[in-house]
């Protein structure tokens, strides 16, 4: 985790560092950079998850946050080309699922081996489906069909927000604990 942290704050440093020789238009320079840099990158955040970088970078953030805590991950996503679904989006909607599986694996693993699988696929031409479930020992609070927050007294903000982006994208967001793993399904219809 220490690692982790350090790495986020020194991320800062780096992007400064790459929107110089940017603005320089110094690509040499840049790329001798970015092969030095990524020597220090740990084996998991080099996977390619999806051929999208915001979004893959997010999966590596997670995967190896979940790899360091003890926490398998299974990743299968589909390639995220010519989708009419903004990229920020679609980082809200995975980093809040995201998120909260991490959570709450860490805090109720029930004794068995925490697992998050994470999965994004198309349905026809334009409908995205996502799924991140997790192993959850405890049963989250509901309320209305929506879930409370374990971290203060109101409605999961998270949850709302991955709600309230599906529903921009005539689509829906589906929250459910059952048997001791709890389901997020997100659909997608732009």
């Given at each position: 985790?220490d690692?982790?942290?350090?790495?986020?704050?020194?991320l800062?440093?780096?992007?400064?560092?790459?929107?110089g020789?940017?603005?320089?238009?110094?690509l040499?320079?840049?790329a001798?950079?970015?092969?030095?840099?990524?020597?220090?990158?740990?084996a998991?955040?080099?996977?390619?998850?999806c051929?999208?970088?915001?979004?893959?970078?997010?999966?590596?953030y997670?995967?190896e946050?979940a790899?360091?805590?003890g926490?398998r991950?299974?990743?299968?996503?589909?390639?995220?080309?010519?989708?009419?679904i903004?990229e920020?989006?679609?980082?809200v909607?995975?980093?809040?699922?995201?998120?909260n599986a991490?959570?709450?694996?860490?805090k109720?693993a029930g004794g068995?081996?925490?697992?998050?699988?994470?999965?994004a696929?198309?349905?026809g031409?334009?409908?995205?489906?996502?799924?991140?479930?997790n192993?959850?020992s405890?049963?989250?609070?509901?309320?209305?069909?929506?879930?409370?927050?374990?971290?203060h007294?109101?409605?999961g903000?998270g949850?709302?927000s991955?709600?309230?982006i599906a529903?921009?994208?005539?689509?829906?967001a589906?929250?459910?604990?059952?048997?001791?793993?709890f389901?997020a399904s997100?659909?997608?219809?732009?």
């Amino acid at each position: 985790m220490d690692e982790t942290r350090r790495a986020r704050h020194d991320l800062r440093h780096h992007l400064r560092a790459l929107q110089g020789y940017v603005d320089k238009k110094d690509l040499a320079s840049l790329a001798s950079y970015l092969q030095d840099y990524s020597k220090s990158i740990p084996a998991e955040a080099l996977s390619d998850y999806c051929g999208n970088c915001a979004v893959n970078s997010l999966l590596c953030y997670y995967a190896e946050k979940a790899a360091s805590t003890g926490i398998r991950m299974h990743i299968s996503f589909c390639a995220l080309t010519d989708t009419p679904i903004l990229e920020p989006d679609f980082c809200v909607i995975l980093g809040n699922l995201l998120e909260n599986a991490v959570d709450a694996c860490r805090k109720n693993a029930g004794g068995g081996s925490p697992l998050i699988s994470v999965r994004a696929a198309r349905a026809g031409s334009h409908m995205f489906t996502i799924t991140v479930d997790n192993t959850c020992s405890v049963s989250p609070a509901f309320l209305e069909d929506r879930i409370l927050s374990s971290k203060h007294e109101s409605f999961g903000i998270g949850t709302d927000s991955v709600l309230n982006i599906a529903r921009r994208y005539n689509g829906d967001a589906r929250f459910e604990w059952k048997d001791n793993v709890f389901f997020a399904s997100v659909m997608l219809n732009p």
